[in-house]
């Protein structure tokens, strides 16, 4: 796996695991703030791969 791919497998652990712990407690501010923090990293990560594979493809 490259080092892109690995960062994604990353980004997707560590917002998967911030929305378990949400699961358990959904009224922590805590919780909602890390996993809101989490899934905004990752549609970062995507937009950029997006922007990315886009400009490969021109």
């Known amino acids: 796996m490259d080092v892109s791919n ?3 497998k990353a980004l997707l652990e560590k917002t998967d695991l911030a ?3 949400l ?3 959904p009224d922590s501010e805590e919780l909602n703030l890390a996993y809101e923090e989490a899934k905004a990293e ?3 990560y995507i937009s950029s791969v997006r922007q990315r594979l886009s ?3 021109r």
Do not use: K
Request: glycine share 0%.
């Open 23 to 25: 699961l358990r407690e």
């Open 55 to 57: 400009q490969r493809n």
């Open 6 to 8: 690995e960062h994604l």
């Open 19 to 21: 929305f378990q712990a």
């Open 42 to 44: 990752l549609d970062s």
